[in-house]
C-alpha cells in the first residue's frame, strides 16, 4: 500500500482540488462561528437570534453539520456574528 501525504484533510476525503478548496473554506468559517456563538456566552435562543437564523439551524452549526451550509450561507452567518471575513489569493 502506498503512503499518501495531504496538505489537510479535505485532500483526502474529496474528489477535487475545488472541493477540497470549499470545504477547507466551510470549515474554517464554521470553526469561527462556532467560537464566537461560545464567547457570547447566550442561551442558544439568543444567540440564533443574533445570528438571524432559527435554533435548530444554530444547532446545525454548533454540531458541525457542514453539509448543510454553503459557503456564502457560512460568510452571511460570519457578517452578522462581527467576523470580518478575508479571502487571501496565491497565484
Not at 16 to 37: D, F, G, H, W, Y
Not at 63 to 85: M, Q, T, W
Amino acid at each position: 500500500m502506498e503512503h499518501q501525504e495531504y496538505a489537510n484533510v479535505w485532500d483526502a476525503l474529496t474528489d477535487s482540488p475545488e472541493e477540497s478548496a470549499n470545504m477547507t473554506m466551510r470549515s474554517n468559517l464554521l470553526i469561527a462561528l462556532q467560537l464566537k456563538v461560545k464567547s457570547w456566552e447566550v442561551t442558544q435562543a439568543e444567540a440564533a437570534r443574533r445570528l438571524g437564523v432559527t435554533q435548530p439551524r444554530l444547532n446545525d452549526l454548533l454540531r458541525s453539520k457542514i453539509d448543510k451550509f454553503s459557503l456564502d450561507k457560512l460568510i452571511n452567518l460570519a457578517i452578522h456574528a462581527g467576523i470580518s471575513v478575508r479571502l487571501d489569493i496565491a497565484a
